[in-house]
């Protein structure tokens, strides 16, 4: 048992969790439980046990009764115990009777074990199997599902509605097929016992069942709404946290605090709207089991007085009635589970349905190493249906070129960028690199041509080693250390105690802005990618960081295609050719001097830059990269 389960933890880790996706929820279930189906099998098998040995303990009291205390005659099935070697003296009997009822209790409690054993197993299993289905599917989403979906709604599901199904398929699945099983035998068993009296007291079943599957509908709405409204709580609370500096810096707290105020009451009322049309399914069924117990005592009563049942058969049959309304009675207070476990899934399907991914194609190949000739040929390109950001955009890059974009804010620069590594596909036109179409490339091959600096740098929880290696994994100790060197970080990592190996990101050692883009550009040197996006990269920095920083980007841009996007028209005037963008246009191209002379926009925007830079420093202030 303790190998199998760790083979199968072993499994867990190293099998890629890509599965075919899901169409119905069936699909998806079948799915889930397909490749744990030796584990099923005994499952099923312990549960026949654990029903079957639930089923035979009211028979030794049945025996004690009758036959032990009373004189009924042993029923034919029970002769064979005259024959044991102990004899015909009823205490003899009344010990096998109790020996039996310690022999099921035994039997029926290691099917139980084995039942949770393997059912807790499974249920763990399908939920981490769910779990890393889903960030596989979102993490290949395309950005554009991120930009109308909120984060924290997305943890939500793969967090709470994630153990909802783990819960269900470990506690609550196992009793609703224990309890059809047991139905089932009890029925029988009843049947045997007095067929029409059976049929008098279960006639009431039907009646009962159908309101539970009237009730279910209205639980399952109801779920539906108090898991949304805890989706949005998450969502307010992952915001807030994640803009606390800004919440800090404008005092907002107030705010932040009556926005959670606000979805939590809804949360609670949500959750005590449900909470009404569930607490009603429980007194209900309660109160139609008893009017039938109640029948059943009131007839069995005159049946024995009459002779024509034995106390013990009453016994049994009320023992069995019992028995057959608890699992009756708990289908109704397993509705809220179900539904919650229907709520859930559904939840899961949609997220493991959105098929906004950037396809790639299946013959797509991995470009190799690119020289870095870009071409746009009129790409037209919209985040939200009908509302074009870029129009019919043509440029053309070749490879070893520095090109600066530039242009009004809002105009559609970085849209021009993220298309290049297909962050998102084009409406229209296409974006071709050495020829080739960038949607014929693989896109892992693809983004690995690609280097970015962005205006912020990201830093990931880990070491500044981990985060310097993090577009190339297996760079070397001393390949990173090289790059931080070129990218001017070296000197203040080896300040900090301890290096290389201080935590960084989330919780970590928090650096500068300067540093961080430093760290930003050993990373994309280490990456080595013969085509680099430079995005603002020293937007947020002051003249004293950008210094450094610039120092640091003309290592990188060595030897490479370079896109930078900036709104320092100095930044980029002696670059090789400069696009001007306005309102998803390309209003005008040239080099520094040629745009100077057409004394258009860029003239424009360079005097005005020009003229606040004497304003403010008494000089022009020069922060130029040189090719
Ligand atoms: N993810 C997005 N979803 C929807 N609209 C977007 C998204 N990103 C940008 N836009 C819109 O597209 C237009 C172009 O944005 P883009 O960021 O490309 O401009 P930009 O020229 O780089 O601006 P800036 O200089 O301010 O960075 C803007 O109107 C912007 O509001």
């Known amino acids: 048992m303790g190998a199998d389960l760790k083979e199968r933890y ?9 599965a075919p996706p899901a169409t119905s929820l069936s699909s998806l279930v079948l799915g889930l439980v397909k490749p744990y189906w030796t584990w099923l099998a005994i499952i099923f098998l312990a549960m026949l046990a654990e029903t079957g040995m639930s089923l035979a303990t009211p028979w030794p009291l049945k025996v004690i009764i009758d036959n032990v205390i009373g004189n009924e005659p042993l029923p034919h099935w029970l002769l064979w115990v005259e024959d044991l070697p102990l004899g015909r003296h009823n ?23 084995t039942n949770n054993y393997f059912t807790e197993s499974v249920a763990q299993y399908v939920a981490n ?13 395309s950005l554009s599902y991120y930009d109308t979906h909120q984060v924290g709604k997305l943890l939500s599901t793969i967090t709470s509605d994630v153990s909802t199904i783990q819960d269900f398929a470990s506690e609550t699945l196992l009793n609703i097929l224990i309890d059809a099983l047991t139905i089932i035998g009890i029925l029988s068993l009843m049947f045997y016992l007095n067929w029409d009296f059976t049929l008098m007291a279960v006639s009431v079943s039907p009646f009962i069942l159908l309101f539970i599957i009237r009730f279910k509908k209205a639980v399952k709405a109801a779920t539906h709404e108090v898991r949304k409204d805890q989706a949005e709580m998450v969502a307010v609370l992952q915001q807030g946290l994640e803009s606390i500096r800004a919440i800090n810096a404008y005092g907002r707290q107030d705010l932040e605090e009556d926005r959670l105020k606000q979805v939590s009451l809804e949360t609670v009322e949500a959750a005590l709207r449900a909470r009404k049309i569930k607490s009603i399914v429980s007194p209900v069924v309660t109160i139609l089991v008893s009017f039938c117990t109640a029948f059943v005592l009131w007839r069995g009563a005159s049946l024995v007085l009459a002779g024509v049942m034995t106390i013990g058969a009453l016994t049994v049959f009320l023992s069995y009635l019992s028995k057959f309304f608890s699992p009756i009675k708990d289908l109704a207070k397993m509705t809220t589970n179900i539904a919650q476990a229907m709520v859930a899934l559904e939840r899961i399907q949609q997220i493991l349905e959105t098929d906004i991914i950037i ?26 249906d009908n509302l074009p950001v870029l129009h019919n ?23 021009i960028a993220s298309l290049i590594p297909r962050f998102y596909d084009p409406d229209a036109g296409r974006i071709l690199i050495d020829g080739t179409d960038v949607r014929d490339f693989t896109l892992e091959g693809l983004r690995m041509q690609i280097g970015f600096v962005l205006q912020e740098t990201v830093l990931i929880y880990g070491s500044i080693q981990e985060n310097i290696a993090y577009g190339r994994p297996e760079a070397t100790a001393a390949e ?43 990373r994309a040197i280490v990456r080595n990618s013969p085509i680099l996006i430079l995005d603002e990269p020293t937007a947020s920095l002051d003249t004293e960081a950008e210094r450094s920083v610039l120092e640091a980007l003309e290592n990188l841009m060595r030897g490479r295609t370079v896109i930078t996007i900036t ?58 990269v040189k090719p």
């Open 91 to 113: 205490m003899e009997l009344a010990a096998v009777a109790a020996s039996a009822m310690v022999l099921f209790n035994a039997l029926g409690g290691l099917a139980s074990y």
């Open 567 to 624: 709104h320092r028209l100095r930044t980029i005037c002696h670059a090789d050719k400069i696009f001007v963008i306005r309102e998803g246009v390309v209003a005008e191209e040239g080099t520094h001097e040629e745009l100077l002379q057409a004394g258009k926009l860029y003239s424009e925007l360079y005097q005005l830059q020009d003229r606040k830079a004497v304003t403010i420093n008494g000089s022009p202030h020069d922060t130029r």
């Open 393 to 415: 955009i043509s440029l053309l890059i070749q490879a070893g070129q520095h090109v600066g974009i530039c242009g009004p804010t809002g105009s559609g620069k970085s849209t």
């Open 129 to 141: 199997d769910l779990r890393r289905r889903m960030y596989h599917h979102l993490l290949r989403l």
């Open 359 to 384: 396809h790639q194609k299946p013959n797509a190949r991995n470009p190799g190493k690119l020289k870095g000739n870009i071409v746009f040929e009129n790409v037209t390109f919209s985040y939200a």
């Open 480 to 522: 990173i250390i090289e790059a931080a060197k070129r990218a001017n970080a070296h000197d203040f990592i080896c300040r900090f105690p301890k290096g290389y190996h201080t935590l960084v990101g989330e919780r970590g050692m928090t650096l500068s802005g300067g540093e961080r883009q430093r760290i930003g550009i050993a």
């Open 10 to 18: 072993a499994q867990a880790l190293a099998d890629p969790p890509v």
